[in-house]
């Protein structure tokens, strides 16, 4: 990022700082360049901005590798869980199809609904002061998530998980802090027996988020969180 002059900003930031923010001359904004954020004091907000570059915004310490694989949702559930998962500081979102999924996406609509995932990673990493967006691969089915997931840490969230253990104790029993960890969760309608199976033989461990019924926009977004909180991502302050 240059030291002075015009801001590398797309013409939907520079519309949010000054029609939505409201900002102007004299203002400090946060802006992202080559993986670092800098103060930044507004010089003008026009048709572009333009600004002097006043410091570097001291980083994160380094984030654990946290997967979130969801299960296609309705609405815009979906949308909740990228933008949500995105804030917590997950690294990866993979989204997938299976028995019950209540979603059938056309593949003709598959790139479209990516492509919106993505744009919400994108804007929630802005909102949270990330300095990375999370990848959002394309939709994969339940068959192929432990190619997808390959190299990682694999916990399945399951409502039937009777007498599983926790993420915490699960990832302590896995006895790698360092690991990259994968956490699968079901759509509306759950994963069955069959499909855990299936990832079970690849792996996975079961787990227990509680003695709680969950939606699963809800539980996508606990099961994340524990897993990062167990991996010391949360909590920690920056710098």
Known sequence: MPES?????SAGDVHHLRDVLRLG?????????????WTVRLEEVADTARGVREGVVPPFGPLPRVTLAQGLA???????VVRQATELGVERIVPFSS?????KL??????????RWRRIAQGAAKQAHRLDVPQVVEVVSLDGLPEALSGTTMLVAWEDAAGAPGVAAALAAAGS????VSVIVGPEGGLSVSEVAV???AGAVRVSLGPMILRTETAGVIATALAIHALGGLGASRG
């Open 5 to 9: 002059g015009t801001l590398p900003l």
């Open 25 to 37: 001359a004299g203002d400090t904004i946060e802006v992202v360049g080559d993986g670092v954020a």
């Open 74 to 80: 309705k609405g815009e559930k979906m949308d909740t």
């Open 99 to 103: 028995e019950r999924s209540v979603v």
């Open 106 to 115: 056309d593949p003709s609509k598959v790139v479209a609904r990516t492509d």
């Open 177 to 180: 802090p360092d690991a990259q």
């Open 199 to 201: 990832l079970e033989r």
